[in-house]
């Protein structure tokens, strides 16, 4: 009989250090995010202070100057090369992804690994000639050429990931529209893409995330007409030295609309994908 | 409603290097109800799916209500489909599962409205028409799918082993209730199946299949008495007929010590085909129980299913093989508790109804 309490007791106690390791994990992860936040709601002085003030007089100052400083077109920026990249990217990835899971073909895995290697190069190694092509064409400064090369960098991600949502959507249900009189078009209309809206959803979170973080591509090609969030947050930094209150309310702006886009794409996320279809 | 005819029609699979489905000729008529049958890998999906228009026929042709169907997409052939898995749409509600197919071909909503409402009244689903069928259970769902092909009333209804997912007792109910629907709407029906009960008891003809190729078509009884070769009498029937290949003696085959006598035409048949082999088939009915006169046997396991019981016994005698060349293992049926034990020997002896003989090498009925 004491067998059952004993590990009873054991498994609890597992589960209590598990518990604690992910709350202090959780907190390590969240705190300088925390951090960020407070810091940019406190005067300059404040921020500097040593040993760190958690509790302070808080102060809009920081938001207010760094609204004044022209963030916003950088802002605007960040958004138009976002928003029309990831719109992009699922016009072309969603039925590339579809013809890849449904209707495999021979080279169907060669044309994958093709896709997934364009990511395999480091961006760095092609910044050069990128640079000169873009020069070139006269984009420079100019947010179409963001635009282009956050579709053509997020792609491959985006064919992979819907892949996966379509290669679980049974071949079945596109039999039955058929056999119920739907073209090809209706069926996926009304039956595969509401099946794997949360797929969508993910995928275009990803893709929003990674446009919008993205650095390098923007500090080499643009300067200011074009000026994307990342690059603007640098310019914070500057030769007078770190103004830390500042840099961190502009971080925390710039960092709102992807925790919104999560936000709102997590009510997608949860739902199942194909319950109930089969069995 | 239609008549369907399969003229030699084949199919291959691609980098297969045999026929799924080998020159298949069935001549369905107008309002049967015709099941297809046969072991994994026979080709009964694949001749379904072809009628279906889900896979392509690459040889010859199958013709429903007299049209061609060769080149003729699903959409446009009027069948009506039940799936293994159901295949509903998880994100519509019954209701729209079963109207789709109407709403695709343009039907009022009201009418689609009036239409729904019937089929889910014949099919008791009426109070689950507003939910989503991941909230219904398995018969539910099932009963979702027939719902989604009655209510079209289209020309052919093809099923491809609709029952597989449920549990024994509804699978023997919503067999039942599939049959008397059929029959109810006269709709010519097409249904693939591996379990020969269902075959036996829902066609009104069935058509066993092997390796892609048809064996027989006909009634269930005819399947049950005439089997035209060896597979089939072995597929058909539950627990399935014994078949032993035994040595031909004077007057009869010779198992162990006895002999089983057989008729004088059938002895001299046998003689003008130089056979000194055959293999012979005895339902497990025909098969009685004594201790004593018949052929010897050891009891091996004993099934009592209270109103019946199966004894499975294997006889010791080496010259009598099996059809797969090893020992034979025979069941006998006892009307009875079984009268032996486990491990005893017992005597069998072969009780009324004919003896099927068959031919040693190629199977087939002499």
Redesign the interface.
């Known amino acids: 009989m004491s067998t059952p309490v004993m590990h009873k007791k054991k498994k609890f106690g597992t589960g209590t250090i598990w518990t604690v390791l992910a709350w202090i994990l959780g907190l390590g992860f969240f705190f300088p995010v925390l951090w960020m936040v407070l810091t940019g709601f406190k005067q300059e002085a404040d921020a500097y202070s040593d040993p760190p003030k958690l509790f302070f007089t808080p102060t809009l100052d920081q938001y207010r100057a760094v609204l004044s400083s022209g963030i916003g077109t950088a802002l605007m920026n960040s958004a138009f090369a976002t928003i029309v990249s990831t719109i992009l990217v699922l016009l072309l990835g969603i039925p590339a992804a579809f013809a890849l899971s449904l209707r495999p073909v021979k080279k169907t895995k060669d044309v994958l690994f093709f896709f997934i290697s364009t990511k395999m190069l480091p961006v760095v190694a092609v910044i050069v000639p990128l640079y000169v092509i873009v020069g070139d064409i006269g984009l420079l400064d100019n947010i179409w050429a963001l635009i282009v090369l956050y579709t053509a960098m997020n792609l491959p991600i985006a064919v992979w990931m819907m892949r996966s949502f379509f290669l679980e959507v049974p071949s079945e249900l596109l039999e039955a529209a058929s056999m119920d009189g739907a073209s090809l078009w209706t069926s996926v209309r009304e039956v595969i893409l509401p099946l794997v809206s949360p797929g969508i959803a993910a995928t275009a979170l990803i893709c929003t995330i990674f446009s919008w973080n993205e650095f390098f591509f923007a500090v080499n090609l643009t300067a200011v007409q074009a000026q994307t969030i990342p690059v603007a947050l640098v310019g914070f930094i500057t030769g007078e030295g770190l103004y830390w209150a500042r840099l961190s309310a502009a971080a925390t702006l710039a960092a709102l609309p992807v925790v919104l886009a999560g936000w709102i794409a997590q009510n997608k996320l949860v739902r199942g994908l194909s319950f109930g279809a089969i069995k | 409603m239609a008549a369907i005819t399969y003229k030699k029609a084949s199919c291959v699979y691609e980098g297969a290097d045999k026929l799924a489905v080998d020159s298949l000729d069935l001549d369905i008529q107008d309002g049967e109800f015709v099941v297809l049958v046969g072991p994994s890998g026979s080709g009964k999906s694949t001749a379904l799916r072809m009628l ?3 896979e392509d026929i690459d040889g010859g042709a199958i013709e429903i209500g007299g049209k061609n169907m060769v080149g003729v ?4 052939r009027d ?3 039940v ?1 293994q ?7 519509k509600t019954v209701g729209e599962n079963m109207g ?2 109407l709403k ?2 343009g039907v009022s909503t009201e009418e689609r409205k009036k239409k729904v409402a019937q089929a889910a009244e014949i099919l008791d689903l009426t109070e689950f028409l507003d939910r ?5 259970s ?1 018969g539910q ?1 099932q009963r979702v799918a027939m719902g ?1 092909a009655i209510v ?1 009333e289209p020309q052919v209804f093809c099923m491809d082993e609709p029952l597989s ?1 449920l549990d024994a007792k509804l699978r023997v109910q919503t067999r039942t209730q599939i049959a008397a629907l059929q029959r109810r709407l006269g709709t010519t029906t097409v249904y693939v199946t591996h379990d020969q009960v269902e075959a036996m008891t829902m066609g009104d003809r069935v058509a066993v299949l092997r390796g892609g190729k048809l064996q027989q078509f006909a009634s269930p009884t005819e399947l049950y008495d005439n089997p035209v070769n060896a597979f089939v009498a072995g597929f058909i029937g539950s627990p399935a007929m014994n078949l032993m290949t035994v040595p031909i003696g004077s007057g009869g085959v010779q198992i162990g010590d006895a002999t089983l006598p057989l008729e004088r035409e059938v002895m001299t048949k046998l003689a003008s085909a130089g056979l000194d082999t055959v293999t012979i088939g005895l339902r497990p009915e025909q098969l009685g129980i004594e201790h004593g006169a018949g052929f010897a046997a050891q009891v091996d396991l004993i099934e009592e299913l209270g109103s019946e019981s199966y004894v499975y016994a294997h006889l010791d005698d080496p010259k009598v093989k099996g059809l797969d060349g090893g020992p034979v293992a025979l069941v006998a049926r006892s009307a009875v508790r079984a009268p032996a034990k486990i491990g005893e020997s017992i005597s069998l002896t072969k009780l009324d109804g004919p003896v099927h003989l068959f031919h040693p090498e190629s199977g087939d009925r002499i």
Do not use: E, Q, T
């Open positions: 279906a228009g889900l997409p699903s959409k446009d069948i009506a489909m799936f898995n159901y295949a509903l749409y998880p994100n789709f197919a695709m071909r989503k069928p991941g909230k219904l398995g769902r989604r079209r997912n």
